[in-house]
């Protein structure tokens, strides 16, 4: 299902209770780029350490836009013995909702953008329908504007009809009566619908400050203001929902607390933290901190089958040909991948494969089992140990080897793949 | 005219022959974004000295993206009285042409991309069709990366295939001379025609060496040769071409040293030579001398109509009411602009409209003779104390001044307009 800023609002009851159903979720994102400093290849340096590679990435892709979100919902229908998935592929832009909204400004890296374009990226479906976001301080901040101007609206503040020396309104003096009566008169008969226009005589800005105190405190009686204060409340509080955007379904997801899968996942979840909850911090440790409040069960398909019993089964399958049994069906109403025709690359369709063989590699530990079982649940124990591990290959080795050494030991299960989008029959080749 | 990767080759001698003729041009870029740092506003502020204005412009707006480049050429037609004009718009994008070509990173702004997107941008078409280009020293690697090559391949480097020790070939061993005999007469086979395909018998590394060395010493003769080299130089050439790409427009409108119009074109002239010529340098003297190589007649309409005599004429003007005389038409094959139905921001469009107000004021210039004249020339006199005026608006004001003061000297012919890319009758609002 392809969500895009104009039906994002109506979709959004769709995709929160696809999240809420579902076993497991995958994601991915595609990014306007990778690295503004060094190679990609030397960025995603296979033998960094975590805190290297970390704060490698931290400085070198944090400026691009992820600006395509792939989220592949799978429910395990018991009756049926498969997989039921939806698959949700969202296009998202920066755009500003108002004057004094933050002017993001991101980077795009010519090979990223040129190689996503000859996979047939729609980039007018980004910048001109792009569903909008705010991380967490942008969405307080406009939460706080918001009550400030309410306050100021409720007489808290000092608007400027109000004489900031006296709260209440002044007297009328009596020069000014006769006038400031028969815009009462006109305004009532306004009121009425007798009339549909009102046109006021020219005034001074001391008769229009009158007139405005006059209509404020008089006009609308208690009952009324109440209920037009709660309509402008719920008017704001849908102009912040909008402003939140995409936001909202990634907060959906991590307060769902299901076990978020993904495919070399590392710059997916750094770019998810930084774009929709808060800059991310300096420190390593601190940023698992805080990616295990965003997200508490997180599995990377790549680590978990360069990890035993994987790293010695041969994973070179391809979605074509998945058995049978494990390849799920989709859900009225949801576009349906081929996974004859690929479509790598779109989000939506990067997410459902990295579910399938997230899926392939559980039922695969299923066969350990004695008897043998040919469906392990994404909630099962036997996953467990493959939850939240380091999102980074840490090697120790003696320091006089070098890395043709490293990369003699890894052959015997595939080289180590630096490639940060490739598939696992890519890590595999 | 739209111009793109696809029919860019073709279209060339077009452009080239338009500037030729044309008895004046004017561009138009369309930019990522303006400002990476301060608002747009306070970037453009119209108090800043020249040298200030530069250094934040250089600091804050060369890492966005020049990526439509509109070019309209305006060429007299004596006998009708009238304008001919032929507008290009160009759509450009760095797309790197081989592994080793530059992956140039370049920045968006959030509120200039949606606003252009408001205007019906087509983004696809610079990300997937974009011409690309090379600045001078990046086509000067090229071309030394291709000499290299060519050097090595006349045997003049050391390529892998010949010894390092001996620059000719090495006798063919005895136990050799049959196998290579044998793959003599099947090349020879293959070369008469009689067969379409040749499958040689598997050898070792130094069977290959020989192999390549009979074939390169003996199986051609010099003619032919001399005719592959050169075959070979061509389609270099044409590569070369084809990387250095739209960078070539502007050379050809640089070496017709025509007058080149433009309204509030600091940017875009800046963003010419950074794009296209050479990293601005740091010093506003050092960028004038690059301006003066590059373009050697600059005309600013923004400039021209806060000059003596239009600053106190009223050029409230729009294009839909100028008057009849100063429409130009529009080339055969050309697309024509409707001025009623504005297609502002548009490079192509923008590009036309600026050219029309440059004609305009010019004729003005021609009410003052006497008798009056109601054409001028690009090239008259009367045009030249506009040429090559500084870019910024350099304003000597008493330090007690506050900034309400000069907008209030200056509100006589219009405020002082912020806006980088408004045109002649808004600054004049």
Same mark, same amino acid.
């Given at each position: ?8 609002? $109506? ?21 306007? +780029?990778?690295? $503004?400093?060094?190679?990609? %290849? ?77 996979? +047939? ?8 329908? +792009? ?58 008969? @306004? ?8 046109? @006021? ?118 979605? %074509? ?109």
């Amino acid at each position: 299902m392809e969500i895009i800023r104009k039906n994002f609002k $109506d979709s959004l009851s769709t995709v929160y209770s696809a999240i809420e159903e579902a076993d497991f979720l995958a994601i991915d994102g595609e990014f306007s +780029g990778i690295s $503004d400093g060094p190679s990609v %290849s030397a960025l995603t340096n296979g033998l960094d350490t975590p805190e290297e590679r970390y704060a490698k990435l931290k400085k070198h892709s944090m400026d691009f836009l992820l600006f395509q979100f792939g989220l592949c919902t799978f429910r395990y229908d018991q009756s049926e013995s498969k997989y039921l998935t939806k698959s949700f592929n969202f296009y998202i832009f920066p755009k500003p909702f108002s004057r004094n909204s933050p002017d993001i400004k991101f980077i795009c890296q010519s090979s990223s953008i040129d190689f996503l374009a000859s996979q +047939g990226f729609d980039f007018n479906k980004v910048f001109r329908n +792009g569903i909008p976001y705010l991380n967490q301080e942008e969405e307080a901040q406009l939460r706080e504007q918001y009550e400030e101007r309410r306050n100021q609206a409720n007489g808290a503040g000092t608007p400027s009809f109000i004489s900031p020396s006296s709260k209440g309104p002044v007297n009328v003096p009596d020069e000014h009566k006769d006038f400031i009566n028969r815009v009462i008169a006109k305004v009532d008969s @306004l009121l009425s619908n007798t009339e549909k226009t009102v046109d @006021l005589e020219p005034c001074t800005g001391f008769q229009r400050k009158l007139i405005y105190q006059t209509l404020n405190w008089n006009r609308v009686d208690e009952e009324e203001r109440r209920r037009r204060e709660h309509e402008k409340q719920e008017r704001e509080q849908e102009e912040l929902n909008d402003a939140v955007g995409f936001s909202r379904v990634i907060h959906a997801i991590s307060k769902s607390g299901k076990l978020v899968v993904g495919h070399n996942m590392l710059l997916d979840v750094m770019h998810t933290i930084h774009q929709f909850y808060c800059p991310l911090p300096e420190d390593l440790n601190d940023f698992k901190e805080v990616t295990m409040c965003v997200f508490p069960r997180l599995l990377d398909t790549k680590l978990m089958a360069s990890t035993h019993p994987f790293k010695v089964h041969n994973l070179r399958r391809t979605p %074509s040909n998945l058995p049978e049994l494990v390849r799920p069906y989709f859900s009225d109403g949801f576009q349906s991948y081929n996974t004859a025709t690929e479509q790598l690359h779109e989000a939506g369709y990067d997410a459902y494969i990295t579910g399938l063989c997230f899926i392939s590699m559980a039922n695969y530990l299923g066969s350990f089992l004695t008897p043998p079982r040919s469906h392990i649940s994404a909630k099962s124990k036997l996953i467990e140990p493959f939850h939240n591990k380091d999102h980074v290959l840490y090697v120790t080795f003696p320091k006089e080897w070098k890395t043709s050494d490293l990369y003699q030991l890894f052959s015997a299960f595939g080289n180590p793949c630096t490639c940060t989008s490739c598939f696992l029959w890519h890590a595999q080749n």
